[in-house]
């Protein structure tokens, strides 16, 4: 695991190496905020070995990126709970498993969860609460999917109930209706230029990056927060114009 600063930002580079929950601290912690009315305002006064401040530093101020290494096959549960500034992640593309709370209490607003996950476990991304976008493999499992996003905008914003039986076909198939195919290949993994220019075709050229789904998102916002995208939406239209162009052009020369 390495740390650096990159565009004023502090970005961890995790390559499975380092056990990143501490029971034991994190215990500790939660204690003396019990002992203050569950208010964290002045936390660093608190009594607190300079372990225990150390980290929740790291925890709460630090990293707000983490790129994974392609070695990383598993997120262990707490790995990065109340990482509250944390707000963006490259997964690796090997990641099998999310442990329980794994990044629970972070600032995550989109997550894409990579082809080969099998397993997402309760409250794994809980209390994120800008969270309104979730992308998840039909093949993985969702451990109580309910928990899985418990206060996030995701969950609020749909009063999902625990109980209800759909739960885990809805996470799984928010644009499965055909007219939201556009959003499928923008949200997919590493989706390319081919296949987005084909849809386009399909679905009624650039404007169909403008059509919200039904829970309100556009293609436009899937390939932005994307973080396996390698083409920009200008690069797309530019390249779909000039086909248009050259088709046009040889329907021309036709007549």
Known sequence: MRVATVDGLVTLFYDGSKDL???????????????????????????????????????????????????????????????????????????????QCALSDC??????????????????????????????????????????????????????????????VWLKNINDDDEFALHRVCASFEPTLDMILHTMKEKGGPKAFKVENNIGITPSQYLKENPYATVTEKEIIEKYVLQMMGELQSDQEVL
């Open 21 to 99: 929950f501490n029971h034991d601290l994190h215990s500790k912690w939660f204690v003396k905020w019990n002992e203050h009315g569950l208010n964290e305002d002045e936390w660093e006064e608190w009594d607190l070995s300079t372990d225990c401040k150390n980290y929740w530093r790291e925890r709460d101020k630090h990293g707000s990126r983490v790129i994974f290494a392609n070695t990383v096959i598993r997120i262990e549960r707490f790995a990065f709970i109340c990482c509250k500034r944390l707000a963006f992640i490259k997964w690796s593309i090997n990641l099998e498993f999310i442990g």
């Open 107 to 168: 600032n995550l607003s989109s997550v894409f969860v990579p082809p080969r996950c099998r397993e997402i476990r309760d409250h794994a991304f809980a209390c994120n609460c800008n969270l309104k976008l979730l992308n998840v493999p039909q093949n993985t499992n969702l451990v109580e999917p309910h928990w899985i996003i418990r206060d996030t905008v995701l969950y609020s914003k749909y009063e999902l109930q625990r109980a209800d039986p759909e739960l885990d």
